[in-house]
């Protein structure tokens, strides 16, 4: 029976690697609420979600080893290294989730223990609309592809249970095979977001009798040791990197990246904090992701507060597009490549022209997918 892919290279497969978008899913909030325009988050997701598509590219189906043959280095490249750049998603959305639920260290957060249940119904339906169909896509995609071709990286038609515990993003918990590339990170990503909300609430609960003053350093301790133990320990236990508190680290440097913003005159204090905080993790145990997840945090920190001018209206439009569509992207650009790989691979087997013909294909037939998928979704 055929394997299933990994959804995406584990962040512990190595010293230096990592996780959905992986793309990160799109958030409900603007970043505008706290001075930092779109624009930028925009950037980094449309860069990241293109690098994300390209390593599973890069990694997965049959067209890849053909295709590799015409630029060796790129494709290594893409293999082994493009991963990285989930850690990019992980830090905006802790950024984007502190600017939601709880803005100001200062002030009570925006969320309660009543309230924690909603909220994460409300989370998962955010992810399940594109999500759901994107597993359905899947199914059929593999379906499709197993007709053409036998490679080990299709998918095997999913069994009852493994169904029930994908649509519950539980599939890696439990240990099930992965229906696509990256489906994981969306189970991670409404892991961290339910975490975030928890602390949060906690928070709330333990500074209701405290001022300003004691709920600003109630929330900075609350959240440093939240993100130590994160860095220090769990995120060095392979074992864990199907549970939140793996990548509680890079969530937890984007939410004090956002407090760190908001702090006026205090904001490059602010930085060096991340900056200290980044550098003792890599003193304990060096971690690229980890790095790169502390220059983002410290990036979304001392931004200036709009992009410099790009080379006209076209370019800006072009970011915009691929952002928004990074998260559909991210969940149909596997079921693509199957049928597209399968078919050009059961024409012109071993070919390199036509391998990288064909990847250039899915990955604009990606592009056209995720963006109906957004339409359909999100209303426009």
């Known amino acids: 029976m055929p394997a299933s892919p990994k959804p995406l290279m584990s962040p512990s497969s190595g010293a230096g690697t990592v996780a959905t978008l992986g793309a990160r899913p799109v958030p409900a909030v603007s970043s505008r609420a706290i001075s930092l325009p779109a624009g930028w988050i925009d950037l980094a997701r449309a860069l990241a979600s293109q690098l994300i598509v390209w390593h599973h590219f890069a990694l997965y189906g049959p067209l890849c080893d053909a295709a590799a043959e015409l630029a060796p280095a790129v494709f290594e490249t893409l293999a082994g290294q493009a991963r990285l750049v989930v850690q990019l998603f992980l830090v905006i959305g802790g950024f984007l989730a502190a600017s939601s639920l709880w803005p100001d260290p200062a002030a009570a957060p925006r969320v309660a223990w009543r309230e924690l249940p909603s909220r994460a119904w409300q989370r998962y339906q955010r992810l399940a609309r594109p999500y ?47 229906l696509s590339a990256g489906f994981w990170y969306v189970a991670v990503d409404f892991q961290l977001f339910v975490a975030w909300a928890a602390l949060a609430a906690l928070a709330g609960a ?29 995120n060095l236990d392979a074992s864990l990197d199907v549970w939140a508190p793996y990548f509680l680290g890079a969530y937890g440097l984007g939410a004090l990246a956002c407090w760190a913003r908001r702090a006026g005159r205090w904001r490059s204090v602010g930085a060096l904090g991340l900056l200290l905080l980044t550098a003792l993790a890599l003193v304990l145990a060096w971690r ?71 990847l250039l294909l899915a990955w604009a037939a990606s592009l056209l997918a995720g963006a109906a998928l957004q339409r359909a979704t999100e209303g426009g």
């Open 132 to 178: 759901l169909l994107a597993v359905a896509a899947a199914i059929v995609a593999a379906l499709v592809a197993r007709q053409l071709i036998d490679h080990p990286t299709i998918p095997a038609a999913p069994e009852g249970w493994q169904l029930v515990a994908h649509l519950l993003l539980w599939q890696d918990i439990l240990g099930f095979d992965s």
């Open 288 to 358: 690229s992701r980890i790095a790169l997840a502390g220059a983002t945090a410290v990036a979304l920190v001392m931004l200036p507060p709009s992009l410099p001018r790009l080379a006209g209206g076209a370019v800006r439009r072009g970011i915009t597009f691929l952002a928004r569509v990074s998260y559909p992207l991210f969940l149909l650009h596997y079921p693509v490549l199957l049928v597209v790989g399968a078919l050009v691979h059961a024409l012109w087997p071993g070919d390199a022209l036509a391998a990288a013909a064909g």
């Open 206 to 234: 333990l500074g209701s009798r405290l001022g300003a003053a004691g709920r600003r350093w109630l929330a900075l301790a609350l959240v440093g040791a939240v993100v130590v133990g994160s860095l220090a320990v769990w």
